[in-house]
């Protein structure tokens, strides 16, 4: 069983920086693919970025590519999702997701339903 804590969500004006913060209980969080994800209100969940439980991999949405960047530090058991150059429709709840699945193809991290825990979710409101 893994416990996921977002943090870091906010209100920022178009063109300003965000970093979302995940902090994870248990023991083997090296073990679990990392993915954060959104939902912004009457659209379906997306996925936004995933790093490997390694690391050495990292994914990201199209939309997203080039102004977010995704980290985790196993030793502190945390995954950071580093966003700039914020946009309205950026505006979103953001939740941070585990994944213990073998898979950690782009196919498989960016499918939701590959993930097992969530975390309750982090508001991220960019005005313009």
């Known amino acids: 069983q893994v416990q996921l804590v977002e943090s870091g969500g906010g209100l920022v004006q178009d063109g300003g920086s965000l970093r979302l913060s995940c902090a994870a209980s248990?023991?083997?969080?090296?073990?679990?693919?990392m993915g954060w994800f959104r939902q912004a209100p009457g659209k379906e969940r997306e996925f936004v970025a995933a790093?490997?439980?390694?690391?050495?991999?990292?994914y990201y949405e199209p939309s997203v590519r080039g102004r977010f960047a995704i980290s985790r530090d196993n030793a502190k058991n945390t995954v950071l999702l580093q966003m700039n150059t914020l946009k309205p429709e950026d505006t979103a709840v953001y939740y941070c997701?585990?994944?213990?699945?073998?898979?950690?193809?782009?196919?498989?991290?960016?499918?939701?339903?590959?993930?097992?825990?969530w975390g309750q979710g982090t508001q991220v409101t960019v005005s313009s």
């Open positions: 997701a585990a994944n213990v699945d073998t898979c950690s193809d782009y196919g498989c991290m960016v499918n939701a339903r590959r993930y097992d825990f």
């Open positions: 248990g023991r083997t969080f090296s073990a679990y693919h």
């Open positions: 790093i490997s439980a390694s690391g050495r991999s990292t």
